[in-house]
C-alpha cells in the first residue's frame, strides 16, 4: 500500500500544488484523467471549488480509498471559509484549504465573462478582492503547503 496524489485541475493552480505536494512527500500525483493507482493506495484528492463545491469529489471518493481532501480556490484562508467548504461539500475526511488564485487567459470565453461580475458582489467593499476578481492573481506558494507536509509526514 502507498500513498498516491491525485487531483483535478482546470487554471493549473491545483496542479501547481499537486506537484509541489508530490516532490514534498515524495509520492506520486497523477490528473483525475489519468491516475494509475492500486485498489489499496492510500489518496490525496486536490481539487478546484467553484460555486463552493470540490469540483469531482463524490466521484473520486466513490472510486477510490481517499484519506485526505484539499480544495483549493480563489478566496482567501480563514478556519471560517474552511468550516464552510467542509460543510457545503459534507466532508467527513481530514480537509485542507489553499489559495489558489484566477487566471482569466485559461479561462473560457463564458467564465472570463461571468467571473468578473459575480466577483463584483462576493468582493463587495474588500479592494484586495475586487481586485484579484477584475485583473486576476496567482497566490500559489510553496509556504502554503507547510500545515498539510506536517500533517502527512
Ligand atoms: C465559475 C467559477 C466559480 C468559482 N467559485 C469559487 C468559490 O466558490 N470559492 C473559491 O474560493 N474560489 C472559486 N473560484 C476560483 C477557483 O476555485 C480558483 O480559480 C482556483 O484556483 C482554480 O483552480 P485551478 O487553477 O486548479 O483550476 C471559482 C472560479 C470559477 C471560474
Sequence with gaps: MSRVIIYKSK??????????????????????????????????????????????????????NVKVVIGVGAMPYSRDYLN???DANNIKLPFFYLRGGIDYSKLNFFFRKFLPIIGK???????ELLRLFKNGGNFVTKDNLKEIVNYLK
Excluded: C, Q, W
Aim: proline fraction near 2%; aromatic fraction near 10%.
Design 121 to 127: 458582489d462576493i468582493a463587495k467593499d474588500d479592494k
Design 11 to 64: 487554471a493549473g493552480h491545483t496542479e501547481r500544488y499537486a506537484r509541489m505536494l508530490s516532490k514534498e512527500l515524495n509520492i506520486p500525483y497523477y490528473s483525475s484523467k489519468d491516475a494509475k493507482v492500486s485498489e489499496n493506495d492510500e489518496i490525496i484528492f486536490l481539487s478546484h471549488i467553484y460555486a463552493s463545491k470540490i469540483m469531482g469529489l463524490s466521484k473520486t471518493l466513490n472510486k477510490y
Design 84 to 86: 464552510t467548504l467542509k
